[in-house]
Structures are given as C-alpha cells and as structure tokens.
C-alpha cells in the first residue's frame, strides 16, 4: 500500500505528508532523484520518494546530534555513521560530500516549511 511507507516518517499526519511530499516534488525531483542515485536507492522502488524523505529527516536529526553540547548515545553514533558512510561512498572529495549532506538538509528544511502550510 502506498501509504504503509509513510508511516516511517513517524510523528506526522500521513495525509499532511503525502501532500507535502508530493508539493516538494513539483520543485526537487531532481534532488530527490540524485540523492537516491547517490545513496543507492533505486529509482523503481515503490515509493522510493519517501525513503529519500526519511533519510533527509534522518541527516537532519544527526546534523542536530553533532551540533548538540550532549554526548549522543552509541546507537545515535552509529546511525549518523551509517548515513554519513552512504553519503561519503564513492566520492572524491569533501566537496561532493558537502553537495550531498546540503541536498539532504536543504530538503528536510523545505519539508518542515511546507508541512506547515499543507492544510
């Protein structure tokens, strides 16, 4: 079902979501696309946007970990670690890193924005 995935952007009204999701897609497919090219996750899948629009959320949460003047825990380590690697794989320098991590969080912001709006 299409709306079993939203449910892994937990803490929002699924409705809300989808609707936000599909105004953010008017404007950034094509960042939805490369983030999902870069961080391997196929274009084919079922509701691929969505996995795309976790992992955004999921960047900013750790962007938040690392800015905070509190030891994370260890599973909060390791999940920023495991997305920063997916981020990181493959590149050659921390230029094209840092386009990836701002694609991620230039989407998440957008997302928090519109959420807002959708009625």
Not at 92 to 115: L, M, P
């Amino acid at each position: 079902m299409i709306m079993d995935r939203i449910k892994l952007i937990s803490g929002y009204d699924e409705k809300r979501v989808r609707e936000t999701l599909n105004l953010l897609l008017r404007d950034r497919k094509n960042e939805f696309q490369e983030l999902a090219d870069n961080v391997k996750i196929p274009k084919t899948s079922e509701d691929w946007e969505i996995i795309i629009l976790k992992f955004c959320l999921d960047f900013e949460e750790c962007f938040k970990t690392w800015t905070d003047s509190k030891e994370p825990d260890a599973l909060k380590n390791a999940k920023c670690m495991t997305i920063m690697r997916a981020i990181a794989k493959g590149k050659n320098n921390i230029s094209d890193v840092f386009h990836i991590e701002n694609i991620a969080y230039t989407i998440c912001k957008e997302f928090h924005e519109t959420y807002k709006k959708a009625t």
